[in-house]
């Protein structure tokens, strides 16, 4: 007996229905077929104990028994998912072969690998990679089973992830929860995650940038020049020489001229005689512009952010909706690249556009024919970016909602059947009394793919870079100076994060390390987080109320907690330097590079340290009225209940023993204190949220 098993019931449905009859469901738990039984999990059926199944002391959060690391790691079964779980068990034992149908990522292959693992399954594997849920596609997938070894390296990956948010989210929570009760916080507790920390370090460091802005202003000079074919607008661009070693300090960091007065006087010189200037540069070079990739899960949600306002996880939540109604392929993807194997399907998907009232603009110039740079075996792992299948669609069995996103994703797809956009772009310098003039033009001679996005927003007079037309000259003309302008600007601050643009920014996240050198190192890595969880991230930061969401545009702002917990922290855990290089050897060692031993060494000791520098960590003290510990002075002092009655205590126990008698409700500071009486060390509380991000 063949038996496949899938990652969630719907999935083991449509596969089951692409499979020969007969059909012969039985229950709930699998279902029959010609071809083999297919059954299936719910997602992960299995989890990863917590510090208290592994010893019972652990239920109590004791800094002395930090870091809890486990020499062997232990599942159990999800009570939820039992009774499934049993069912996958049995038919395991009896078959003869099986069929691994998890989603083709990272955790798709871990969650049905470690119920193999789990229960000792020692018979032959084959892997399906079912990218789309369509009749096509899944027979496709299934006439070209892979050996399940081929993925172990994804297993190792996903394997090495998971263990390393239990070891940062099980012990530094318990260590900085601590720390802050030490401070008098004795009830907020403070998940720490290895991704979703630095993602909260984003929004604060860029509210507290904001906060901290002070607006300058800037000044741009531009000259109008005539040529004999016409008159034209240049602008200023000061030399090196002029800026750093003649008038460095009328320049900022940006190379904008802050000084008023320098450039007054340059616009005064410039105005005055002779007004002989000459051509110096000026060329003009066809360009061609591909069509934009197709969409990964980040740009879907990024773009539907900014098309419908939509937030990320609802984002995917309709590409998930979509995708089981089989209008469109896998949805968790961060491939924008296809297969060249499905490029023969681009004429029926276009010919499904051309059949819809809603999608015939899409195809109108379109050519089945061309081939863009999307098609490239080279970029493919196990799954590809998200295009529609080649189903068509009926706009009245979908919502408004799912056509939108359907027409996002239909878009990008058919952008890859159009011409590149061409244009001349033009670029002309003028020399005047020893400076250097710039403008730039452009004549467009193709729209080509770009007809598909048109653009509401009209170019700016004052835009900075803003392209002109160019009358036609040739280096070495005359042109003469008519008159200049000053133009003054104002910086602005940074836009605050939306759901959407914080998606981005975890996803470019070399932008955003603080070390110099990381930038180069990362910036072709994966950012943190997975397109799977960098939703759910953002959402567990607004339910644990770290954010709040204001305003019309939905902009992201820190609360008092968030404040709290990034200060309290090193920056090796708010700045995302070292957790986009941990996802760097994820994704390597996802492709062979590196082992799972080697990656979680690296995180048992990263976990010491923090949690060593947990019990120096400082936290504001709250409230007016908190009498700081006279001995460590980190701690606060707290009115406690001993055997001999009440008494103070320094919250920052058992680092700090200072303690002292009440008198009159308050400490009486004695020369020689007390020895401490034991008292409790913090709220004991489920573990269980700050395992995984």
Same mark, same amino acid.
């Given at each position: 007996?063949?038996?496949?098993?899938?990652?969630?019931?719907?999935?083991?449905?449509?596969?089951?229905?692409?499979?020969?009859?007969?059909?012969?469901?039985? /229950?709930?738990?699998?279902?029959?077929? /010609?071809?083999?039984?297919?059954?299936?999990?719910?997602?992960?059926?299995?989890?990863?104990?917590?510090?208290?199944?592994?010893?019972?002391?652990?239920?109590?959060?004791?800094?002395?028994?930090?870091?809890?690391?486990?020499?062997?790691?232990?599942?159990?079964?999800?009570?939820?998912?039992?009774?499934?779980?049993?069912?996958?068990?049995?038919?395991?034992?009896?078959?003869?072969?099986?069929?691994?149908?998890?989603?083709?990522?990272?955790?798709?292959?871990?969650?049905?690998?470690?119920?193999?693992?789990?229960? /000792?399954?020692?018979?032959?594997?084959?892997?399906?990679?079912?990218?789309?849920?369509?009749?096509?596609?899944?027979?496709?997938?299934?006439?070209?089973?892979?050996?399940?070894?081929?993925?172990?390296?994804?297993?190792?990956?996903?394997?090495?992830?998971?263990?390393?948010?239990?070891?940062?989210?099980?012990?530094?929570?318990?260590?900085?929860?601590?720390?802050?009760?030490?401070?008098?916080?004795?009830?907020?507790?403070?998940?720490?995650?290895?991704?979703?920390?630095?993602?909260?370090?984003?929004?604060?460091?860029?509210?507290?940038?904001?906060?901290?802005?002070?607006?300058?202003?800037?000044?741009?000079?531009?000259?109008?020049?005539?040529?004999?074919?016409?008159?034209?607008?240049?602008?200023?661009?000061?030399?090196?020489?002029?800026?750093?070693?003649?008038?460095?300090?009328?320049?900022?960091?940006?190379?904008?001229?802050?000084?008023?007065?320098?450039?007054?006087?340059?616009?005064?010189?410039?105005?005055?005689?002779?007004?002989?200037?000459?051509?110096?540069?000026?060329?003009?070079?066809?360009?061609?512009?591909?069509?934009?990739?197709?969409?990964?899960?980040?740009?879907?949600?990024?773009?539907?952010?900014?098309?419908?306002?939509?937030?990320?996880?609802?984002?995917?939540?309709?590409?998930? %909706?979509?995708?089981?109604?089989?209008?469109?392929?896998?949805?968790?993807?961060?491939?924008?690249?296809?297969?060249?194997?499905?490029?023969?399907?681009?004429?029926?998907?276009? %010919?499904?556009?051309?059949?819809?009232?809603?999608?015939?603009?899409?195809?109108?110039?379109?050519?089945?024919?061309?081939?863009?740079?999307?098609?490239?075996?080279?970029?493919?792992?196990?799954?590809?970016?998200?295009?529609?299948?080649?189903?068509?669609?009926?706009?009245?069995?979908?919502?408004?909602?799912?056509?939108?996103?359907?027409?996002?994703?239909?878009?990008?797809?058919?952008?890859?059947?159009?011409?590149?956009?061409?244009?001349?772009?033009?670029?002309?310098?003028?020399?005047?009394?020893?400076?250097?003039?710039?403008?730039?033009?452009?004549?467009?001679?193709?729209?080509?793919?770009?007809?598909?996005?048109?653009?509401?927003?009209?170019?700016?007079?004052?835009?900075?870079?803003?392209?002109?037309?160019?009358?036609?000259?040739?280096?070495?003309?005359?042109?003469?100076?008519?008159?200049?302008?000053?133009?003054?600007?104002?910086?602005?601050?940074?836009?605050?994060?939306?759901?959407?643009?914080?998606?981005?920014?975890?996803?470019?996240?070399?932008?955003?390390?603080?070390?110099?050198?990381?930038?180069?190192?990362?910036?072709?890595?994966?950012?943190?987080?997975?397109?799977?969880?960098?939703?759910?991230?953002?959402?567990?930061?607004?339910?644990?109320?770290?954010?709040?969401?204001?305003?019309?545009?939905?902009?992201?702002?820190?609360?008092?907690?968030?404040?709290?917990?990034?200060?309290?922290?090193?920056?090796?855990?708010?700045?995302?330097?070292?957790?986009?290089?941990?996802?760097?050897?994820?994704?390597?060692?996802?492709?062979?590079? /590196?082992?799972?031993?080697?990656?979680?060494?690296?995180?048992?000791?990263?976990?010491?340290?923090?949690?060593?520098?947990?019990?120096?960590?400082?936290?504001?003290?709250?409230?007016?009225?908190?009498?700081?510990?006279?001995?460590?002075?980190?701690?606060?002092?707290?009115?406690?209940?001993?055997?001999?009655?009440?008494?103070?205590?320094?919250?920052?126990?058992?680092?700090?023993?200072?303690?002292?008698?009440?008198?009159?409700?308050?400490?009486?500071?004695?020369?020689?204190?007390?020895?401490?009486?034991?008292?409790?060390?913090?709220?004991?509380?489920?573990?269980?949220?700050?395992?995984?991000?």
């Amino acid at each position: 007996m063949r038996l496949y098993i899938a990652e969630k019931p719907s999935m083991g449905r449509e596969l089951a229905a692409c499979l020969k009859p007969p059909h012969n469901a039985r /229950g709930k738990s699998y279902i029959a077929t /010609g071809d083999g039984v297919v059954t299936w999990l719910y997602g992960h059926v299995l989890e990863q104990d917590e510090p208290a199944q592994y010893d019972e002391r652990y239920k109590r959060w004791n800094a002395a028994d930090l870091p809890i690391i486990p020499s062997e790691w232990k599942l159990h079964v999800d009570e939820k998912a039992a009774n499934q779980f049993d069912v996958v068990r049995q038919l395991i034992g009896k078959a003869d072969e099986i069929v691994h149908a998890g989603d083709p990522d990272r955790e798709g292959q871990l969650l049905v690998d470690e119920v193999l693992d789990y229960v /000792g399954n020692r018979k032959p594997v084959k892997r399906i990679l079912l990218n789309a849920l369509d009749e096509k596609s899944i027979k496709r997938a299934n006439e070209n089973l892979r050996d399940n070894r081929e993925f172990v390296n994804l297993k190792q990956s996903a394997l090495a992830r998971s263990r390393a948010d239990w070891l940062i989210g099980m012990n530094l929570s318990r260590a900085f929860t601590l720390a802050a009760q030490r401070a008098g916080y004795r009830d907020v507790v403070l998940p720490i995650g290895r991704v979703k920390t630095p993602t909260l370090g984003l929004v604060v460091r860029r509210e507290r940038e904001i906060k901290n802005f002070k607006p300058v202003d800037y000044f741009l000079l531009r000259a109008e020049f005539l040529h004999a074919n016409g008159s034209f607008v240049a602008q200023w661009k000061p030399s090196e020489k002029f800026m750093s070693e003649l008038h460095p300090k009328a320049f900022d960091a940006e190379d904008r001229l802050i000084d008023k007065k320098l450039a007054a006087e340059m616009l005064k010189a410039f105005d005055a005689a002779p007004h002989d200037g000459k051509i110096i540069l000026y060329q003009t070079k066809e360009k061609r512009e591909a069509a934009p990739l197709p969409f990964s899960l980040s740009a879907l949600q990024v773009a539907a952010g900014k098309a419908f306002g939509y937030e990320p996880q609802k984002v995917l939540d309709i590409a998930q %909706r979509l995708y089981e109604k089989k209008l469109t392929t896998y949805p968790r993807s961060d491939c924008a690249f296809l297969p060249t194997n499905q490029f023969k399907d681009g004429a029926t998907i276009l %010919r499904n556009f051309e059949a819809s009232t809603t999608l015939r603009s899409l195809m109108l110039k379109a050519n089945a024919s061309i081939r863009s740079r999307a098609w490239n075996d080279k970029k493919i792992t196990a799954h590809h970016a998200i295009i529609p299948t080649v189903n068509s669609i009926n706009p009245n069995t979908i919502t408004r909602e799912e056509l939108n996103i359907y027409l996002l994703i239909a878009r990008g797809y058919a952008a890859q059947f159009h011409e590149p956009f061409v244009y001349d772009e033009t670029t002309v310098e003028v020399g005047y009394k020893e400076e250097k003039f710039a403008a730039r033009g452009r004549v467009i001679k193709s729209l080509g793919w770009k007809e598909l996005y048109p653009t509401k927003k009209k170019p700016s007079a004052d835009d900075e870079e803003a392209e002109i037309l160019l009358p036609s000259m040739k280096k070495g003309d005359a042109v003469t100076y008519q008159s200049g302008s000053m133009l003054k600007k104002t910086t602005k601050p940074p836009p605050r994060f939306t759901a959407s643009s914080l998606v981005q920014g975890m996803k470019d996240i070399h932008k955003y390390v603080k070390n110099p050198e990381s930038k180069k190192q990362l910036k072709d890595v994966y950012g943190i987080g997975t397109e799977a969880t960098r939703a759910a991230i953002i959402d567990e930061l607004l339910t644990r109320e770290f954010l709040n969401v204001t305003g019309k545009k939905k902009e992201l702002e820190p609360t008092a907690k968030a404040y709290l917990l990034i200060d309290m922290l090193p920056d090796e855990m708010t700045y995302p330097d070292a957790t986009a290089i941990w996802e760097d050897k994820l994704h390597s060692m996802s492709e062979g590079a /590196g082992t799972l031993e080697e990656f979680l060494i690296g995180q048992a000791e990263f976990t010491r340290r923090l949690c060593s520098m947990a019990l120096d960590a400082t936290a504001k003290l709250i409230g007016e009225d908190q009498i700081k510990c006279p001995r460590c002075g980190r701690g606060i002092m707290v009115k406690r209940k001993g055997r001999n009655g009440e008494f103070w205590g320094c919250s920052n126990y058992p680092s700090c023993r200072m303690s002292c008698d009440d008198r009159d409700g308050k400490p009486e500071f004695l020369s020689r204190p007390k020895k401490a009486a034991a008292f409790d060390d913090g709220e004991i509380i489920s573990s269980a949220d700050f395992m995984r991000d």
